[in-house]
Nanobody, 124 residues
Framework: QVQLVESGGGLVQAGGSLRLSCAAS????????MGWFRQAPGKEREFVAG????????RYADSVKGRFTISRDNAKNTVYLQMNSLKPEDTAVYYC?????????????????WGQGTQVTVSS
């Protein structure tokens, strides 16, 4: 069992930056692939970024490539999402998710554990 708690969301102006954190507790943290998803009002939840257990493999949605960076610190049981050059369309609730696998995937149904989400609002 893994518990995930996100933090770092807030209100920022367009062009600004935020760093989201996801703290995990539970067993065998290092074996989990981690992902960030987001859900905007009236839209379905979508994949944002994912990182393998070693940190050696990452994937990004096309909409955030070059602006967002996912990383993890296994010693701290924490995964991060650095978000730069934020746009109003990045406004959403951001969720952290964990998958019991070494393969990074973008399908939310293949993730086993989820956090409660943190709100990110980007003003124009």
């Amino acid at each position: 069992q893994v518990q995930l708690v996100e933090s770092g969301g807030g209100l920022v102006q367009a062009g600004g930056s935020l760093r989201l954190s996801c703290a995990a507790s539970g067993r065998t943290w290092r074996s989990y692939t981690m992902g960030w998803f987001r859900q905007a009002p009236g839209k379905e939840r979508e994949f944002v970024a994912g990182i393998s257990w070693s940190g050696g493999s990452t994937r990004y949605a096309d909409s955030v490539k070059g602006r967002f960076t996912i990383s993890r610190d296994n010693a701290k049981n924490t995964v991060y999402l650095q978000m730069n050059s934020l746009k109003p369309e990045d406004t959403a609730v951001y969720y952290c998710a964990a998958r019991v696998s070494i393969v990074v995937v973008i399908t939310q149904d293949e993730y086993d554990y989820w956090g409660q989400g943190t709100q990110v609002t980007v003003s124009s």
